[in-house]
């Protein structure tokens, strides 16, 4: 089973930063199969992400993602008060077939 | 517009089983799996199973003992049976379309359940 280790757990910044968030695979992840979500309080999570860079519908390009191999990041270019939230990175692995999520990092106002 | 709704039993004793359907609206159920996916309060999110509208499952390893997903085409619905239930499954259950490249593109509201004695 692959494991995503997301860090930093809690990252404290204020609206108008840029927010840089890691997710790290135990071992390769294709890019096609590496997706983001967004989860506020009492919510279902909301895909922001897929394909390690292409952005879901209606998500404003403030958000972007990158990376390849076991590496990946999520980028918010200067946050806004509503991008203050739990935020999930997602593998599908193909063989076996199977999902695994990293824990998570809260981002929090400073 | 796609919606996702799901219902069922929110607490339980040890050693009963979980019972939750998921009616879905808005879409074709067919060419797509769902899924069930858990998050126990303040933690992470873990992948239950999924099937598509032929009936074909994949769980996980970790819970595929316990664990039956069915789903009824008739109703565009799919359900969840989780045995044996423990303290540790205690978790909001979420109900999820997946889409290309393997995203949860949708979601259910979720629904909590508390395993308690």
């Known amino acids: 089973e692959i494991v995503l280790t997301q860090s930093p757990g809690t990252l404290s910044l204020s609206p108008g930063e840029r927010a840089t968030l890691s997710c790290r695979a135990s071992?390769?992840?294709?890019?096609?199969?590496l997706a983001w979500y967004q989860q506020k309080p009492g919510q279902a999570p909301n895909l922001l992400i897929y394909g390690a860079s292409s952005r879901a519908t209606g998500i404003p390009d403030r958000f972007s993602g990158s990376g390849s191999g076991t590496d990946f990041t999520l980028t918010i270019s200067r946050l806004e008060p509503e991008d203050f939230a739990v935020y999930f990175c997602q593998q599908y692995g193909t063989s076996p077939h199977q999902y695994t999520f990293g824990q998570g990092t809260k981002l929090e106002i400073k | 517009q796609v919606q996702l709704q799901q219902w069922g039993a929110g607490l339980l004793k040890p050693s009963e089983t979980l019972s939750l359907t998921c009616t879905v609206s808005?879409?074709?159920?067919?060419?797509?799996?769902w899924s069930w996916i858990r998050q126990p309060p303040g933690k992470g999110l873990e992948w239950i199973g999924d099937i598509n509208h032929s009936g074909s499952t994949n769980y996980n390893p970790s819970l595929v003992s316990r664990v039956t997903i069915s789903v009824d085409t008739s109703k565009n619905q799919f359900s969840l049976r989780l045995s044996s239930v423990t303290a540790a499954d205690t978790a909001v259950y979420y109900c999820a379309r997946i889409g290309w490249l393997g995203v949860f593109e949708y979601w259910g509201q979720g629904t909590l359940l508390t395993v308690s004695s």
């Open positions: 808005g879409v074709s159920f067919s060419g797509y799996y």
């Open positions: 071992q390769s992840v294709s890019s096609s199969y």
